[in-house]
């Protein structure tokens, strides 16, 4: 025992010379975010630690714990930047100043947090990959410390493929869902694995892509809508179904197959679980069905198309068109249609068309009605069949 001030003191200097310096392994056991300016609020995202490898005492573990631990931030400004600290049962590196005075360097990885994977890594190239989730509290052991961690579940996720250069935002990935880890079986190994939910790609002239095309701009909805951005200047929009039990909106109140909860653990196709893969009957594996679309062609025609689906590439063009109803214009260099302007109904054939050199057509195999208290017709009237009129007709050149 220390018997005077002055032993007392060097005692306490050489335990805080001797923490100075060293590197610990400890978890968090509470944080502190700073969420109001200073100084009603002192916390600037510190965290309250424990330390993982300590002394036992009649069997039972010592708790040593240290409050307020500045955490190391990466980017950051005067009310800017990008704020940062562990989260509860984190294990993390601490960077001793002194006995009571620590740093937060950063996460270390364990067998309960075991990273993510990386499935198209090798030694010379690795995806960047940003994943986010919900979190949720870790159970503890009988010692007293984080080891229960769940799956993480909805992540919000961006990754980007060194090698193609392809990139993807997505949002409540089900891939990353029902497959936490993102290996290969996820399967996350290219964009074209990713057809659920709600996403945007970018493919760069080197994608590997089988099913879309190279130098894409691709925003894809949960409901299976689409817009689509291509190199010779196509512009796609198109709404689509996914779920033929739900038509596609996952799930809005009455859906059958996940009773309308709109969890996404209950959302499943019977066919594909929701995932439109292509050995999905019920979506054909390209996210859903067509139920209607806006196409702009390169030539500049464009056409809004209600009951004619398009595929994910090569476009069905203007002059091929065969089902549904449409209103399209084309372009006057466009030379694969003969009109400038059509509203057609293709399944009888009923149109209304403008042609390029200023003649109007109208067409049905029923009835066409003109419903006006007054018609006027300047010019000649040539009518090529019979003529019936149920009432009066005026005129210098009337014949009665």
């Known amino acids: ?30 944080v502190r975010p700073h969420v109001r300016p200073y100084p009603a609020d002192k916390d600037f995202n510190t965290v309250d630690v424990q330390l993982i490898d300590r002394p036992r005492i ?106 193609t250069r392809d990139f993807i935002w997505i949002f409540d990935c089900k891939n990353g869902h029902d497959c936490a880890s993102c290996d290969r079986t996820a399967p996350c190994n290219g964009l074209d694995d990713l057809i659920a939910r709600t996403y945007f790609k970018i493919f760069s ?30 512009v796609h929009l198109e709404n689509k179904t996914q779920c033929s039990t739900c038509g596609g909106t996952g799930c809005c109140g009455t859906c059958s197959t996940c009773g309308g909860t709109g969890l996404v653990d209950d959302e499943l196709c019977p ?29 500049g025609s464009c056409d809004i198309h209600a009951g004619n689906p398009h595929p994910c590439k090569d476009f069905i063009p203007l002059a091929s068109e065969d089902h549904g109803v449409r209103v399209a214009v084309s372009h006057p260099d466009d030379v694969t249609v003969d009109f400038a302007a059509e509203i057609k109904q293709f399944s009888t054939g009923a149109y209304i068309k403008i042609l390029k050199n200023g003649d109007i057509k109208l067409y049905s195999p029923g009835k066409i009605t003109l419903d006006a208290p007054t018609t006027d017709i300047i010019g000649d009237l040539h009518v090529y069949e019979d003529e019936q009129v149920d009432g009066t007709c005026s005129g210098p050149n009337n014949i009665l």
């Open 271 to 299: 066919t594909c679980g929701g995932c439109g893969q292509p050995a999905c009957s019920s979506c054909g594996g390209d996210g859903g069905d067509g139920k209607g679309h806006s196409h702009h062609y390169p030539s």
């Open 205 to 234: 002239d080197i994608s590997n892509t089988i099913k879309d095309k190279i130098w894409r701009f691709k925003f894809h909805h949960n409901s299976g809508s689409v817009l689509v951005f291509d190199n010779d200047g196509s």
């Open 58 to 163: 009649a069997g039972e573990p010592l708790t040593i714990e240290y409050v307020k631990l500045n955490s190391l931030q990466r980017h950051h400004g005067l009310f800017q930047g990008h704020p940062w600290n562990a989260r509860i049962g984190d294990m993390i590196y601490v960077y001793w100043l002194a006995e009571r005075e620590a740093l937060v360097l950063g996460i270390c990885t364990s067998i309960e947090q075991e990273p993510l994977c990386r499935s198209k890594a090798d030694d010379q190239q690795q995806e960047f990959v940003f994943k986010l989730s919900p979190w949720e509290e870790p159970g503890k052991n009988q010692d007293g410390n984080y080891v229960v961690f769940q799956p993480p579940k909805h992540p919000t996720c961006w990754k980007w493929w060194p090698k």
């Open 1 to 30: 025992m220390v018997s005077n001030t002055r032993d007392r003191n060097i005692d306490s200097s050489r335990r805080e010379d001797s923490r100075k310096g060293q590197v610990d392994r400890c978890e968090v056991i509470s």
